[in-house]
């Protein structure tokens, strides 16, 4: 009886020591989580919801303010800047993706291929991604400059021209040159993202393909298409992000201007700040919240679907 009560407590000993042991390496995970966590809550959580909460408030600088509810998402509804704002956003964004996803594509696809001095190619093409955001735009700026600058001289020079052409202050020509700048800085990342997913696709599918018969669209549509589209789903969203929230763009080239013809999100939401109106600085920003909130929830659903 004796030898029977010593192998269950023996065994229940060790199941213990098993249940202190889990619980150890469960508290030094939480240990080790915890910074993280606090940063998370302190730097992303806490500003992110107290900018929410002051778009409620019609704080200012060096004043609390007090709730009004939705009053500063009304004033703004009214106003001729907020509504070209929310349009030029649309079309800066719009086009902007079009041609990263279009000439991106195009130009990975080139680069995928054994072509001569292919790794210098693919070095060169990061060099937009890699330049400073402020030099980057500071240069186009020279560029569509009036006076001296490489676009009015080639423009005379062709005879295309007959006076120089002031593109960033002239309402039709500000938002494409604005568009040409930021599509050249961002179109390496889709470069880059969608070259790394073409090496991943198996070379079977597309020889398998080919024996069938398919052709290059066919093979593109049909092998290419589906086997990246993960890629192609998360690098829209991100740059859809990037782009609707860039600020160097449109500051460093045209400051919204003229007329309102350049502004975005960011830089209305800087102009509320400069004019000490926290409140309605932070309704500005807030407002886009909803917009990419669907954003997320439609990619997330796509990833879901081909899951």
Request: net charge positive; charged share 10%.
């Amino acid at each position: 009886m004796a030898e029977q009560i010593a192998p269950s407590i023996e065994s229940r000993q060790k199941r213990r020591w098993h249940i202190s042991m889990s619980q150890a390496d469960a508290i030094l995970g939480y240990v080790l989580v915890a910074p993280i966590v606090i940063c998370l809550l302190v730097l992303v959580v806490y500003p992110f919801f107290f900018a929410i909460w002051i778009s409620f408030t019609n704080r200012m600088i060096g004043q609390p303010g007090q709730f009004v509810g939705l009053a500063n998402f009304y004033y703004l509804s009214r106003q001729p800047s907020f509504q070209a704002t929310i349009v030029n956003t649309i079309v800066l964004v719009g086009w902007v993706q079009t041609l990263k996803l279009v000439l991106g594509m195009g130009i990975a696809l080139l680069l995928n291929q054994n072509i001569r001095f292919r790794s210098f190619w693919r070095g060169l093409i990061l060099l937009p991604w890699a330049m400073p955001a402020f030099v980057a735009f500071i240069t186009w700026k020279l560029l569509f400059a009036p006076q001296g600058g490489a676009f009015n001289y080639i423009l005379i020079e062709l005879g295309w021209v007959q006076s120089h052409v002031d593109f960033l202050s002239t309402r039709a020509l500000a938002m494409p040159s604005v568009i040409v700048a930021s599509f050249w800085r961002g179109f390496p990342f889709w470069v880059i993202s969608f070259l790394a997913a073409l090496q991943t696709v198996p070379h079977e599918l597309y020889e398998a393909a080919a024996i069938d018969g398919a052709s290059a669209w066919q093979r593109f549509r049909h092998v290419t298409m589906p086997s990246i589209r993960h890629v192609v789903l998360v690098v829209v969203l991100l740059s859809t992000i990037w782009t609707t929230n860039s600020f160097e763009a449109i500051w460093l080239m045209t400051q919204g201007g003229p007329s309102d013809a350049t502004m975005t999100f960011p830089v209305l939401a800087y102009f509320g700040m400069q004019s000490l109106r926290i409140g309605e600085a932070s309704a500005v920003s807030v407002s886009m919240l909803p917009i990419f909130a669907i954003l997320v929830f439609i990619v997330a659903k796509m990833l879901q679907k081909d899951d």
